[in-house]
């Protein structure tokens, strides 16, 4: 009697709750146990019977699929996370053939958004292979988090409430979080966020995009300062030459003639052009709108050079938007053999770098390139060349700097902002830094346990941040061999990782298919970007610091709102790997390099504007606009760069 009065009790507080599937294994439990000795016996077979994973998936996919078309879409999410989870239950339990052929049978339902995973977990035979592929550990420590409107959650409770389906009832109770939402279904073409992997705990991902995140720029940056002294000697200009025009029309028109005519004409034409100049500045421009924001990291001092350098590059930058494209300077690789694995270009595509998979590291000059053949030198923007032939070599002599010290394949190399210092990343799990002056090894930073795939320079230098195998990244600074921060979050590797504007954050993008955001002082992740259907490899900050973009394994490139954590822009940007992102000096344009060959220019300026005015429609998103495809002969990208000037560089190696 007290058992049944705390069956009762326990019953009450999961319906309470709203623990609807709970509550419902509870009474599947208790009815099976007050069957009679015989049920037991009889089943207890199937039990162990490896078919009852078959039937109970092939039972759910017809009822989903047979659905109405107004559900379906949402109810057949479920389906992947049930499959993987069948197939890796029959093959931990030793069921080898029978798993293969339930894999095989029902592997094309999931070819079209989980082909990678699908691919990796093909080869899974034994319960040991479980235990060692990284991909099928993490499954069956995190759960799926898959989102449904309440109608369609409803439908599947009574579903398998009516069909007693207790293997598909386990699987769903143990390894899905369900996000229940009021009134209609969602979209169809919001179906690349809905089903996702996320850690055990349901409201991790809610809870960290809620913390506030400040994406302004900085107070007093050398780059405004530079702005307001230019604008204000602009103006200066703009007014002794206006008052001169002025002066010389009314000497010239009380002469008297036909001269007078013509003349007031041609001044205020360059009054228009210079007003329409103005605007087109100042609508392009996206920075000047963004908040400011103190520095969370000591900030090293600029030099008086590197100021001027600044300066003159704000004199000279093209202003870019939707009718007016950048010139692109394309740096191809040659006779590499297969050997380079990265490519970086200094900021004013004066250096080129290439890392090797003999360890090497080679550093081109590009002022000295064409000298010996007597041709017009390649000197970055200031009469960049259009020679292509970096690895030719003139009368035997190297017409590249060489750089050894690691001691295994290098996977990153970058310049420092000022191109004085070079970093360099390899399998060995070292980070070495390079004098681009004194041609040296500075320093050889060890933290990382495994292979660091990328590693990137602060906006302001000094500090930089890598990104390694070991599900880590890590800050550091050059005065330091040991790290200062260690963020550890990831459920694998952490592929890319990219600084913020403002230097007060970092993010990182995962073969977990999420890009996190973390705050550089605290070490904490405060956004957790889900949408991604496989590994992301690149990722890009807007210069005004309020939107980043991220490009993945499968060609899709998405760009992200930071300060609310949703993707503003989906779009299938590629046909492959997009292996670099780059925006614009204004933010107008983003670049994009893939291993399809080619080079993609977004427009960027008309969908954040569209954006900013439907900010009160949660939910709406806006597709970035192609400008233009610039394909190459047979030259995957492997990186982009915006110089100061709004040049566009790219480098890739030639593949025949």
């Known amino acids: 009697m007290e058992d049944e009065e705390m069956e009762r009790k326990v019953q009450q507080y999961l319906h309470r709750k709203g623990f609807r599937l709970t509550e419902l294994a509870l009474q599947e439990e208790r009815n099976r146990l007050s069957t009679t000795s015989l049920s037991d016996v009889s089943l207890s077979r199937p039990d162990n019977d490896p078919a009852r994973y078959y039937d109970g998936y092939n039972k759910l996919r017809s009822w989903a699929y047979n659905s109405l078309d107004q559900y379906k879409h949402e109810l057949l999410r479920v389906l992947y996370p049930a499959f993987i989870h069948c197939f890796m239950d029959l093959v931990s339990e030793g069921h080898t053939l029978e798993a293969r052929a339930f894999f095989l049978k029902f592997r094309e339902d999931h070819e079209l958004m989980h082909s990678r995973d699908l691919q990796k977990l093909e080869g899974t035979l034994s319960p040991l292979h479980l235990e060692e592929m990284d991909l099928a550990r993490s499954l069956r420590e995190n759960k799926f988090r898959i989102k449904l409107c309440e109608y369609s959650y409803e439908l599947?409770?009574?579903?398998?409430?009516?069909?007693?389906?207790?293997?598909?009832?386990?699987?769903?109770?143990?390894?899905?979080?369900?996000?229940v939402s009021a009134g209609q279904p969602s979209l169809i073409s919001d179906d690349a966020d809905v089903v996702a992997l996320v850690g055990t705990s349901k409201d991790l991902a809610k809870q960290i995009n809620q913390k506030e995140v400040h994406w302004g720029l900085l107070e007093d940056s050398v780059e405004e300062r530079m702005e307001k002294a230019l604008s204000d000697s602009d103006r200066a200009e703009a007014e002794s030459k206006d008052a001169d025009a002025e002066d010389n029309n009314k000497k010239k028109s009380s002469e008297g003639g036909k001269q007078g005519g013509p003349l007031n004409k041609k001044l205020k034409k360059d009054k228009l052009v210079g007003a329409t100049g103005k605007n087109t500045k100042s609508e392009t421009s996206m920075i000047s709108a963004a908040p400011r924001v103190k520095p969370e990291l000591t900030l090293p001092a600029t030099p008086v050079e590197v100021e001027q350098s600044i300066l003159e590059d704000l004199r000279n930058r093209a202003q870019l938007n939707n009718l007016a494209l950048p010139s692109v300077s394309f740096y191809t690789f040659l006779n590499t053999h297969n050997g380079l694995n990265c490519s970086s270009i200094s900021n004013d595509g004066s250096l080129v770098v290439g890392g090797f998979s003999d360890s090497s590291v080679k550093v081109w000059d590009m002022a000295k390139i064409g000298q010996p053949a007597k041709t017009s030198s390649s000197q970055g923007e200031n009469g960049s060349s259009q020679d292509e032939r970096l690895s030719s070599t003139s009368e035997g002599k190297r017409p590249y700097t060489l750089f050894q010290g690691h001691s295994g394949p290098v996977y990153?190399?970058?310049?420092?902002?000022?191109?004085?210092?070079?970093?360099?990343?390899?399998?060995?799990?070292?980070i070495r830094l390079w004098s681009t002056k004194l041609n040296a090894n500075l320093v050889c930073y060890k933290g990382h346990n495994y292979p660091v795939w990328d590693v990137q320079f602060s906006p302001v230098g000094h500090y930089f941040a890598s990104a390694s195998h070991d599900r880590t990244a890590r800050i550091w600074s050059m005065d330091k061999i040991q790290p200062l921060r260690i963020m550890a979050g990831h459920l694998a590797d952490v592929d890319c990782v990219q600084w913020h504007v403002n230097c007060n954050y970092i993010a990182t993008g995962s073969s977990d298919k999420t890009v996190r955001l973390w705050d550089v002082q605290t070490g904490e992740c405060i956004r957790m970007f889900i949408g991604h259907r496989s590994m992301v490899l690149s990722l890009a900050m807007s210069p005004d610091g309020r939107y980043m973009a991220s490009g993945d394994e499968d060609g899709t490139i998405m760009m992200w709102d930071l300060s609310t954590g949703r993707c503003v822009s989906p779009l299938a940007g590629h046909n492959s790997c997009v292996w670099s992102l780059a925006f614009s000096c204004e933010g107008a344009l983003l670049a994009s390099g893939s291993a399809d060959c080619t080079v993609k220019l977004w427009d960027v300026a008309s969908s954040t504007k569209a954006l900013k005015m439907d900010d009160t429609k949660a939910g709406s998103t806006n597709r970035l606009r192609l400008l233009k495809a610039l394909p190459t002969k047979s030259t995957p990208v492997y990186n982009l760069r915006f110089s100061g000037r709004n040049l566009l560089f790219a480098s890739g190696a030639l593949s025949l």
Not at 166 to 177: A, C
Not at 412 to 430: E, I, K, Q, R, V
Request: net charge negative; no cysteine.
């Open 412 to 430: 990153s190399a970058a310049f420092s902002p000022f191109g004085d210092f070079l970093l360099s990343s390899s399998s060995d799990s070292t």
């Open 156 to 179: 599947l409770l009574q579903y398998l409430q009516k069909t007693q389906a207790l293997v598909m009832l386990g699987i769903i109770n143990e390894r899905i979080i369900f996000e």
